[in-house]
């Protein structure tokens, strides 16, 4: 029998040579000392590969259509066999994912891993950091629920601010001139096929960049890296005082990648998925929701900036955030490594820490971010007219009222709208909703005329 299956095995070896590859990458020398500090990234790719098996698990019930996606998600969440867990397991595996990502990241850089030769694990890290946030916003999306269908068409409007190619970049992510039936298609597309297809190959480049360049040797005060000399001096190293990454410094991975997965597992099984909020249809009952924590910190942001710069952040923002990370390796690509050292480097990572820190504590407790729990007015008063009682219900189904109070009911976002009849007239109304301005986005692209009309005729009444 022994016998038998070694056959097997040297057939296979002879045929794909499958072990003569992995063997030099479990045997390679990695330098002594790499410890603990060194587990976020693979933690990072075993939450990845945590939500590729759970993904999979979901799209097999999940309808990416408008009429049928809230009620396939209800039915997963609380019908099919494991679909609580499955769906708890791939939020808190995205959750877990982005703070490893983060932590991974702040590690490299209190190391200076990223200098010299190591620039491109950086950059494709810094594209893989921006894959990670926009797999989590459109993931939200496809939950359809008021929630995912609020954030999209704030996030397409905005897009479609920015100058000259901003109407064709939301046409892009929405599929259309407004949401609809066809946007969800897209999210979907985007979410299932597109980023993590691009997510796989990035993931091959930077691991296969840090084979061939060598893990980063823990840096040392008085030990620059000169690019000169780094290569020879590194190879010298591991020769003398260099372990196999199995087991010496893979079994930390593994210890530390296997209590993650059971801790996102053990969090999905205590508190399961995100509630859903109402379906985008008015006439539900009420629950507390939220945008996923991970996207507090960008509401907060934009509810905190004074309304006029609003739309240049926007754009300027994640320009500027891509550039000076993609920047760093060659602004400081050499020199010192040692965070003693760098003491400027370090103290501007723990403000940046802070500050989103900070961000996200004001995106949680903030009055003047946009409200989800409000209600319909039309539950509180009645119009006797069914254009005006259409105006309400729009009101509060296009979103409006996440932002502006209206009869006690509503967001702070933007100004309370119970007297807004005094003071404008119907034009002007229209070309405020039509236009937006300042920190609201504008409607002209998603409302009909008729829904217009119904929407000033109500706020008109407003006296
Ligand atoms: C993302 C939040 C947001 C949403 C959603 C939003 N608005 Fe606004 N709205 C604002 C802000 C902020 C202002 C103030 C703009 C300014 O400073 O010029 C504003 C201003 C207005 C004004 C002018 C009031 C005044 O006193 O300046 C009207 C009218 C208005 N919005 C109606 C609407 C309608 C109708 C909708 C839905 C179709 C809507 N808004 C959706 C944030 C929002």
Redesign the pocket.
Known sequence: MKTFFRKIGAWLEDRTGIMAAITPILNHLVPPGAKWAYVFGSATLFCFILQVVTGIGLALLYQPSSDAAYQSLKFITDQAMFGRVLRGIHFFGASGMIIFVGVHMIRVYIMAAYKYPREMNWITGVFLLFLTIIMGFTGQLLRWDSNGV?SS??AAQNLGRIPLIGTTLARLLLGGDTIGAQSLSRFFAYHVFLFPALIFGLIGLHLFLVIRNGISEPPKAGRPVDPKTYRKWYEAMLKREGVPFWPDAAWRDAMFGALVIIAIVGLAITFGPPALTQPPDPSLIKTTPAPDWYMLPIFALFALVP??TESYLIFFGPVLAVGALLALPFLSGTGERSPIRRPWAVFGVVCVVIFVGALLVAGEIAPWS?RFDTKPVTEFVSYHNPQLERGAE??YK???Q???MIRGEG?L???D?SL?GR??TPD??DV??VN??????A?GGS?KQDELRA??AF?SVQK
Not at 436 to 441: A, F, L, V
């Open positions: 609020w068409v704030v309304p006029r946009p729009l009101f296009k979103g409006c996440y932002c502006h967001g976002k933007g100004p709208l807004i003071t404008w002007q109304l405020q909703i937006g301005k300042g920190g609201m986005p409607y409302l929407i000033v706020l």
